[in-house]
């Protein structure tokens, strides 16, 4: 029995060694793991690759997870891919299980201010102090607090609506912060408000880079990119607000205008292709009206109207949409063009040739339409002060040759002198015809038509009368001739 006991015994306690042995392996082993990856880990980021890195950083931390040197060794990896929130996370715990980890109190320092987060840096750098009173980069503590103080004024500025001096402290803590989504969007704000969209883009385009989804800074940029009329990249930016978000109110209501815009926009274009220049200036009046304030879309409407306009005819119409732009801006060259094509259409030259001037000193020259339009409108006047042969046919400056053609036969059979009684009415009524006759010989003739438009002498020896003073009489008029017959009209 005795002997029994002790067999059992020592049976025992083999299998307790074995065990403990089988311990002591394993954890040699998962000793030997952690160390293979934690240098897999290490050749990778030393080779650039960061993905690799990051992953076997992951395994690592899955088997030490209280390790705070495997936490900071990873914060470096999340630096390098610029993802700053992971990054700072890192140094969170890697400091949680080391407090005194000298080196990630450090970085975290930095990386806040970097980050906007001045306050904390202020208070990391007192840490710091106290672990390591000679750490060098404690000279970096006057930053910290420069950022922070700036903050807090900006802050202040911003609530009061001060835009200039919101912009100005925040361009100080910009100087340290300037991964710093909240400040760029403060900033951003401020550029809006002053005016300065293209500014506004530019720094939400910052934030957006550092937060993709940013739902403030996207919708700011589209709003932004809306006014200074760029629709197309307005609606892209509504468009990335609403996959994050589908009930953004402000989004979705600023999509609905934009959309409306664009399409009248097409709509508009058509029709005015097809020639339907009433509907063309329905679908205008309808866009104005979808944001009359607009400082780039109303103007740039309002042009297309006033076109729209001399198209129909509507010649007061047309100057009032133009000289309604010039209020709104006075250095717009197209509307004083514009203005001194409805001018001319309504026989007010010397006004045009003013407005044509103006619109040439604005485009410094760089515009051969109103160069040709100030011509044009030069030689009107001139014309207007002599013999206006367009008025004498009751045609306009643009019409076509069957237009004066029509016009001179109706012209012709009214005054010529067969049909007037007694001598003075004769008389009258035969210079009236030489005259109409005039206006047709010039008028059908493309090259005497061309000269008169420019203004210069059509007859020789003209000089400054305006005129041809010798006719062929009634038989030199070919609707009065026929394969060499001379015809004579009775009336009554």
Known sequence: MLHQGIVQCLLKLAVLLACKGLVYADSSDAHSSVGKLRSGAELAFSNGNSDESLKLWEEVIALEPENDSNYYKRFRVFL???KLKEALSDLNSALKYNPSNENALV???KLQIRMGRCDEAVHDFASLKKISPNNKELSKQAEAVTCSQATVQAKQAFAASNWPLAKDYLD???RYAEA????????SWCWFHLGEQYDAIADTGKVLKLEPDNMEALELRGRAYYIIGELDTAMNHYRKALKFDPEHKTCK???????SITDGQKKFEKASAAGDHKRAAELLIKMINVDSGHRTIVPKARLDLARTYRHLKKHKEAKQEAELVIQADENSAEAYKILGQVLVDLEDYEAAVIKFNKAKELSQGQDREIEDELRKA???LKQSKQKDYYKTLKVSRKATLKEIKKAYRELALIWHPDKHKGEEDKERAEKQFQL???AYEVLSDDEKRQKYDRGEDVFPNQGGGGGQQHHQGFGGNPFFRQGGQQFHFRFG
């Open 80 to 82: 390098r891919q610029q």
């Open 107 to 109: 970085q975290r320092s």
């Open 172 to 174: 100080q803590a910009l």
């Open 180 to 187: 710093a989504p909240s400040l760029l969007l403060e900033r």
């Open 253 to 259: 209501d600023m999509y609905r205008v934009v959309k």
């Open 378 to 380: 030069e030689a009107a």
């Open 436 to 438: 109409v006759a005039e």
